[in-house]
């Protein structure tokens, strides 16, 4: 565990916390990350059930769709859709797809609640893990929360609830929850589906705290912090305890990507499409660039067989609308930077190996297969790592 944090490697989900609740404890680092410190003395025989599943260590396709594209993997279904509720189109983000889902799940009876994330109500720049038990407190909930989220710390807890429940999270996530599945039978059992974004990368929340600098705000007068929705992309939304509001476009807080204060291990994802999930959501704008507002449109792309019968669900109970079939290459103008990082990740790793650094192992995802050679990817890494970059320090509690 030692090992996985202080090479950059967590992405800090929660799953150590869940899988080992009296040894482990999320805390938030001064860097803004979470990230688990040790409550007692750390033995690493103790957390092999962690290290067999966390993401940090092993990351594995285990979609099953009929067709196959080396960039983005296997698939039953790749489109675009939308809530089928103008109002959660409008409130959620991009086309409030995976809401939709969330909420059909719940009223449809074939989940009796939803893991996910949402604003911690004490620290509303902050995530929590929570379980939503009523479509309304999923609609409530939903949004982009940018920044750290450790959603698998609820694992354990809405497993002793033995009840079907689907799981909102990062495709990371969706990757330790399938690894987990091996050696916990009852996520077979209990778990109905595996909803995912394709994921750009997760800030830290340092880039929270830099918006609340600029604004002349501190953390603890927050009241809301919106990332987006409410349109598409919608605006970054502020307000304070004494009734000041604040707005940012999604261009003016994202778009210099050099200030994104992306972790260590996204930078390395092998996996950011969400190829352990049944249903993965994506912006689709051509270019990866909003062109100002619209109504709100999400990519789908369908990984499994139980994937494809929600959406259909979904779609016969009007809470889900189909738009236009893509293909993969239509995919590849709407995330380019998937595609590019995909291509480098294996020279990425090389890079790390060279500087004596522990890389997760990799099945299904065709990096080998992907790899253009980029020296200069490899060199980058290498060179990152041994100059402490990629560092971390595993925090106390």
Same mark, same amino acid.
């Given at each position: 565990?030692?090992?996985?944090?202080?090479?950059?490697?967590?992405?800090?989900?929660?799953?150590?916390?869940?899988?080992g609740p009296g040894r482990w404890k999320m805390t938030m680092t001064?860097?803004?990350?979470?990230?688990?410190?040790?409550?007692?003395?750390?033995?690493?025989?103790?957390?092999?059930?962690?290290?067999?599943?966390?993401?940090?260590?092993?990351?594995?396709?285990?979609?099953?769709?009929?067709?196959?594209?080396?960039?983005?993997?296997?698939?039953?279904?790749?489109?675009?859709?939308?809530?089928?509720?103008?109002?959660?189109?409008?409130?959620?983000?991009?086309?409030?797809?995976?809401?939709?889902?969330?909420?059909?799940?719940?009223?449809?009876?074939?989940?009796?609640?939803?893991?996910?994330?949402?604003?911690?109500?004490?620290?509303?720049?902050?995530?929590?893990?929570?379980?939503?038990?009523?479509?309304?407190?999923?609609?409530?909930?939903?949004?982009?929360?940018?920044?750290?989220?450790?959603?698998?710390?609820?694992?354990?807890?809405?497993?002793?609830?033995a009840e079907p429940f689907a799981i909102i999270a990062k495709p990371?996530?969706?990757?330790?929850?399938?690894?987990?599945?091996?050696?916990?039978?009852?996520?077979?059992?209990?778990?109905? +589906?595996?909803?995912?974004?394709?994921? @750009?990368? =997760?800030?830290?929340?340092?880039?929270?705290? %830099?918006?609340? *600098? !600029?604004? #002349?705000?501190?953390?603890?007068?927050?009241?809301?912090?919106?990332?987006?929705?409410?349109?598409?992309?919608?605006? +970054?939304?502020?307000?304070?305890?004494? @009734?000041? =509001?604040?707005?940012?476009?999604?261009?003016? %807080?994202?778009? *210099? !990507?050099? #200030?994104?204060?992306?972790?260590?291990?996204?930078?390395?994802?092998?996996?950011?499409?969400?190829?352990?999930?049944?249903?993965?959501?994506?912006?689709?704008?051509?270019? =990866?660039?909003?062109?100002?507002?619209?109504?709100?449109?999400?990519?789908?792309?369908?990984?499994?067989?139980?994937?494809?019968?929600?959406?259909?669900?979904?779609?016969?109970?009007?809470?889900?609308?189909?738009?236009?079939?893509?293909?993969?290459?239509?995919?590849?103008?709407?995330?380019?930077?998937?595609?590019?990082?995909?291509?480098?990740?294996?020279?990425?790793?090389?890079?790390?190996?060279?500087?004596?650094?522990?890389?997760?192992?990799?099945?299904?995802?065709?990096?080998?297969?992907?790899?253009?050679?980029?020296?200069?990817?490899?060199?980058?890494?290498?060179?990152?790592a041994r100059s402490g970059r990629f560092s971390e320090k595993l925090?106390?509690?």
């Open positions: 565990m030692r090992e996985v944090v202080e090479h950059g490697l967590c992405i800090g989900c929660g799953l150590c916390e869940a899988l001064e860097e803004g990350r979470l990230r688990p410190a040790p409550l007692v003395e750390e033995t690493p025989q103790a957390d092999a059930d962690i290290l067999a599943a966390c993401p940090g260590v092993v990351a594995e396709a285990s979609a099953g769709g009929p067709e196959h594209d080396e960039v983005w993997g296997r698939y039953a279904h790749m489109g675009e859709a939308w809530a089928g509720d103008p109002e959660i189109r409008f409130r959620a983000a991009t086309g409030g797809v995976l809401t939709a889902l969330g909420m059909h799940l719940l009223q449809s009876g074939k989940a009796k609640f939803i893991l996910h994330c949402a604003a911690d109500p004490a620290h509303p720049v902050r995530s929590r893990w929570v379980m939503s038990e009523t479509p309304k407190e999923v609609a409530l909930r939903a949004g982009s929360r940018y920044g750290p989220s450790d959603t698998l710390a609820g694992l354990e807890a809405a497993l002793a609830r990371c996530d969706a990757g330790a929850v399938r690894a987990r599945a091996k050696a916990d039978p009852r996520l077979d059992e209990l778990l109905v +589906a595996v909803l995912v974004m394709v994921c @750009g990368g =997760a800030s830290d929340l340092g880039k929270s705290w %830099l918006l609340l *600098d !600029e604004l #002349g705000v501190a953390e603890e007068e927050v009241s809301l912090f919106r990332y987006r929705g409410f349109g598409n992309p919608g605006r +970054a939304r502020v307000e304070t305890m004494d @009734g000041r =509001a604040f707005e940012r476009t999604y261009d003016e %807080l994202w778009g *210099d !990507e050099a #200030g994104w204060r992306i972790q260590t291990r996204c930078k390395l994802c092998p996996d950011a499409i969400g190829e352990a999930a049944d249903i993965a959501a994506a912006d689709i704008w051509p270019d =990866a660039q909003p062109e100002g507002e619209d109504a709100g449109f999400n990519g789908v792309i369908i990984r499994t067989g139980s994937g494809q019968s929600l959406l259909q669900a979904a779609v016969n109970a009007g809470d889900l609308i189909l738009g236009r079939n893509h293909t993969p290459r239509d995919y590849d103008r709407f995330q380019p930077h998937q595609v590019s990082k995909k291509r480098a990740m294996a020279a990425r790793l090389r890079g790390l190996t060279r500087a004596g650094w522990p890389v997760y192992t990799h099945d299904g995802l065709r990096l080998e297969a992907l790899d253009t050679g980029d020296a200069e990817e490899e060199q980058g890494a290498h060179d990152r925090p106390r509690p």
